[in-house]
């Protein structure tokens, strides 16, 4: 080589190493972003689980943070801020934002406070938060405990903290046993008679088929009677205790203990009792059901939903996807017509959700709904069964969105495997479809399951179609249960996707639900990378199993 050449390729070295450099740089800062965000998801996620004191304040003259001419707030400190003041001056003052809780006292559970009105803090050992079915969280000084039997029990009584927690157990005992009354339960009986009502068109003229139906009917009114009034005494029973209780205004007020589900003195907690109390709320919000317009109590039915629709969208989207680039590449003529089609495969990849949606509606639930309803549920009718949003659908939605990502991978897995081992498999005897069969498509899977990863993170994650084909705020119930068919296909369903923006967007307290948003991100997130880390184990298994000299 000459000495020119040797300098034309150190020119060409030198123009490159920059970019090179460049691309490096904008790959860590796309990194810091993503860490960032991942940061600021998890602090404001698992903050709002933590049991953080509450403080108590006490405020200076004419200040304008009272609430109804009192001088005393209490509540944990939820965010600190600096905020310019108006007018000319443009002064900054610091301020603070508390969680007062006592939403039915106050209309409002959040309070900005700055900190020059504030004369004296305090973290009072006596004050009780508690969690409450309605309005939010109660924050206030216990007082006294009234019995069913006419017995009163002050605060400042031994046996008060026992017998207080003792009505609070059974009151949540109670709620689930009146849960299962009337959602297991009665919820059967109606089941029952809804199935009477559909037979009733064919037995008319049949005398002996009505009597039975008759029968069968008033056994089950009979039935639904008894449970109903059980399940009202149990209801009555969980107002027979109250509780009254100061908030931090001076104001007394009172609740039936049936209403309560849980209660702590935050600023007797040691750091062991905080952290179990952490990890217990974290459990209650993954295993309970939402309350309060979706700002309160847990969102399991929300993250069984997402798992389910998307375990279903990926049963669906495999074979589809595979088969669909088996034929484009191993079988279908290359020509003009396969380009087109690989063209249109990759411009359906950029078509904005919302039109899957609008598909989705129209061809999977008025469609084929409307057709499977007027041949197999006609007895149904007006009232649609599949005629209407379905997690079916919305699976199905999905896969169709996401069935090109499917495509190119597995494409481009095919294209990986060396030509030799198809020559190889031929040589001995092997059909081109035996061939593909045990030779190609083994090799292929971690390419394919490499789009499958791709597919269920993207189809996790959207919110636009579902909102038309199936999704809503509060399902009832599961897709799944113990009720056969077990499996429901025809079930609205809930999506933490909607879920999170049902509380960034349409919920009535906004600040309220800001916790909740945070939390349910963290959690899909977390959600997406389980599936994503199991499809890769999964992968490497094959990478592994199926890795020859040859690739």
Partial sequence: MTPFSDSKTSKRKGRGEPMVWFSAMWLGF???????????IVKNGLTSFWPSPVVQVELVENSEAGLKNSSTLAGDVRKEQVRTTAGESGEDVHEIQLFIGNREAYNTAFRFVMESDIAEKSFPKGIMRAERLEYGDMIGYPVRLELSGGETISATDEKFAATFSKIVKEGNHRRDEIEHIEKDLIGKINRSMEAIKMKRPRSEGDEALNKELDQKQ?????????????????????????????????????????????????????????????????????????????????????????????????????????????????????????????????????????????????????????????????????????????????????????????????????????????????????????????????????????????????????????????????????????????????????????????????????????????????????LVIALNGFAILIRERLRRKYKTGAF
């Fill in 218 to 526: 008033a056994e089950l009114q009979a039935e639904y009677e008894e449970l109903a009034k059980e399940a009202k005494e149990m209801r009555d029973l969980q107002t027979v205790n109250t509780l009254f209780y100061t908030i931090p205004t001076g104001e007394e007020r009172s609740i039936g203990t049936g209403n309560l589900i849980d209660y702590y003195y935050p600023n007797q907690l040691n750091v062991f009792q905080r952290v179990g109390r952490f990890f217990a709320r974290i459990g209650h919000f993954v295993t309970e059901d939402p309350r309060e317009a979706n700002t309160e109590g847990g969102i399991f039915p929300a993250i069984f939903g997402t798992f389910v629709m998307t375990i279903l969208m990926s049963i669906v989207v495999v074979p589809f996807g595979v088969l669909a680039a088996i034929y484009l590449r191993e079988y279908a003529k290359q020509g003009p017509i396969v380009r087109a089609v690989r063209i249109a495969v990759n411009n359906l990849a950029g078509v904005p959700s919302i039109v899957f949606g609008v598909f989705g509606l129209g061809f999977f639930v008025y469609f084929m709904g409307g057709s499977i309803d007027s041949l197999l549920f006609s007895d149904r009718l007006p009232t649609p069964t599949f005629g209407t949003g379905g997690v079916l659908w919305a699976a199905l939605t999905l896969a169709l969105m996401t069935v090109p990502v499917v495509i190119v991978s597995t494409e481009e897995a095919l294209v990986a495997v060396p030509r030799g081992v198809r020559e190889a498999s031929l040589a001995a005897g092997a059909s081109k479809w035996q061939t593909i069969q045990r030779i190609v498509l083994p090799a292929s899977l971690p390419g394919i399951i490499t789009g499958l990863i791709l597919a269920m993170a993207r189809g996790a994650g959207e919110v636009a179609p579902l909102m038309l084909v199936g999704v809503v705020k509060l399902a009832p119930t599961l897709p799944l249960d113990t009720i056969a068919p077990f499996i429901h296909m025809e079930r609205k369903f809930m999506h933490l996707g909607f879920h999170i923006y049902d509380l960034g967007f349409q919920s009535p307290d906004s600040e309220a639900a800001k916790p909740m948003v945070f939390a349910t991100t963290l959690l899909l997130i977390g």
């Fill in 30 to 40: 796309g990194m810091l972003m993503i860490i960032v965000l991942l940061s600021i």
